[in-house]
């Protein structure tokens, strides 16, 4: 059975319809998907394959949420209530204990805090709020040298940002981010799901690794105390598993800052527009500068944690440098877990959004994004 195409493409657009066709006919029959571009604030590829799945479908974001979180860090460093290069204990004072004293917020966005996850790991109901992470991670001796080297602080990172945050204006994160960058652009990326919108979420499933590919997972799997488990809490007494995180309700209510976003695609690519772009009557959330700073590789190297080349800017990744180096320098952005991806490209004025409902192999943004994401950018700058 070959699966249905649903929506829309603007003129100079028709080669991303066929390549998102393309791929998705060698799917399986199962696949749930949404592809979303913007350009200079108009959205330019709105499309969606699936049973059950249309353009208002919302999916677990997994880190992808990291990008709402810090684009709230980039407007309150670009109206100056919080400053870069302040140490973290400015706004924060206890998290200076066990040798963190020295680290600056600039750091602590550039994974640089060595501050990945706990001794003794999260409970469940912990991961799901950010404040209780932030509390464990105050007293945390580091992992390695604050400021020495970097790795991905993948279930924390936006719950340390989100206590910097919270100290700095009175108000969490996600308060933050609903008022300032949500509500106002009416975006389907939401950090804590409303009962309401209940009904629209698409449950995560399992990965479905072919044989050769299980192998390759088997193959060489971290040990139980290693970063990487400690990073993934893994070593906890109840393992987190990440394929069914999302599809805790607590999770998608409180939305952490780290992995707990919902979205479409339209609500991922929709807010990057909003960070780059003119979008309706609304001028640009960010300002050059800003972008600039935000997109400027910071971290760049081996990261400890996942053990492979890595880059990020501050709180974002660097997606031309980790993933799509056709696009260009400065893009900033955050993919997720089970697949999705989203970041803008400011010299190409493109905003990009990825959704899928099946876990990918291996992790991470899910490799068809390599070629819609080339599609979109070539019929970008071809227009």
Not at 216 to 230: I, K, T, Y
Request: proline share 5%; charged share 20%; hydrophobic share 40%.
């Amino acid at each position: 059975m070959t699966l249905r195409i649903h929506g829309t493409v603007a003129d100079g657009f028709d080669t991303v319809r066929e390549e998102f066709a393309a791929f998705v006919a060698g799917e399986r029959p199962d696949y749930e998907g949404q592809l979303c571009a913007y350009v200079d604030g108009r959205r330019v590829v709105d499309l969606w394959a699936g049973d059950g799945a249309d353009a208002t479908s919302l999916y677990a974001a997994y880190s992808s949420t990291k990008g709402a979180a810090h684009l709230v860090v980039a407007l309150l460093v670009q109206e100056g209530t919080l400053e870069l290069d302040r140490k973290v204990t400015y706004y924060w004072p206890e998290f200076g204990a066990e040798g963190k004293g020295a680290l600056t917020l600039r750091e602590l966005l550039s994974h640089r805090a060595g501050l990945v996850g706990t001794d003794t790991g999260f409970t469940p109901a912990e991961l799901a709020d950010d404040r209780q992470i932030a509390e464990r991670l105050a007293d945390q001796r580091p992992f390695w040298r604050p400021g020495t080297a970097f790795g991905y602080h993948a279930m924390v990172i936006g719950a340390l940002t989100g206590e910097v945050v919270r100290r700095a204006t009175g108000r969490t994160l996600q308060e933050v981010y609903e008022e300032r960058v949500r509500a106002p652009y009416a975006l389907d990326f939401h950090l804590g799901l409303p009962a309401a919108h209940e009904h629209r979420f698409r449950s995560t499933l399992p990965m479905a690794p072919t044989p050769e590919q299980r192998a390759l997972l088997d193959a060489s799997p971290a040990g139980p105390q290693s970063l990487s488990a400690v990073a993934f809490n893994r070593h906890a007494a109840l393992p987190t598993d990440l394929e069914s995180l999302p599809n805790e309700r607590l999770v998608r209510e409180k939305g952490p800052a780290s992995v707990g976003g919902v979205a479409s695609a339209r609500g991922l690519a929709g807010m990057y527009a909003a960070a780059i772009s003119e979008v309706g009557e609304h001028a640009p959330l960010l300002k050059p500068d800003t972008v600039a700073e935000f997109g400027q590789i910071h971290s760049v190297g081996h990261d400890l944690v996942s053990r492979v080349h890595k880059a990020f800017g501050l709180g974002f990744q660097a997606t031309a440098d980790t993933a799509y180096p056709f696009l260009g320098a400065g893009s900033f952005g955050h993919s997720g877990a089970a697949g999705s991806q989203a970041f803008a490209d400011p010299r190409a004025g493109l905003a990009y959004g990825y959704t899928r409902r099946r876990f990918a192999f291996p992790g991470g943004a899910a490799p068809e994004n390599e070629r819609l994401v080339l599609a979109v950018h070539r019929a970008a700058l071809a227009r």
